[in-house]
């Protein structure tokens, strides 16, 4: 399986992103999928997941503005991204855990400008 991520772009304060990731040669199915922020400096942080049992899961800095979702039928996952920060700037990755192997996107630059 490979993901491919999409959808990141410059965006000024308060704006909206919806990023994509797109698994080919294979199916999401119900495995954990999530998505993952990097900014120079720091280390590479969960931002939104789609668990395994079907919960999701929210870091507390995008709770409420951020949503992750999935389409089986296409083999895409979504991260909707609102009400958007200069905190939020980052290269965004996806990660799939299947057969318990961690599988990553290339990641998405966001830029959010005050």
């Known amino acids: 399986v490979q993901l491919q991520a999409s959808g990141g772009g410059l965006v000024q304060a308060g704006g909206s992103l919806r990023l994509s990731c797109l698994a080919s040669?294979?199916?999401?199915?119900?495995?954990?999928i999530g998505w993952y922020r990097q900014t120079p400096g720091k280390q590479r942080e969960m931002v939104a997941s789609?668990?395994?049992?079907?919960?999701?899961t929210y870091a507390d800095s995008v709770k409420g503005r951020f949503n992750i979702s999935r389409d089986n039928r296409k083999n895409i996952a979504y991260l909707q991204m609102n009400s958007l920060k200069p905190e939020d700037t980052g290269v965004y990755y996806c990660k799939l855990v299947r057969l318990g192997r961690d599988i990553w996107g290339q990641g998405t630059q966001v830029t959010v400008s005050s």
């Open positions: 040669g294979g199916t999401l199915g119900y495995n954990y």
């Open positions: 789609f668990n395994s049992d079907r919960s999701t």
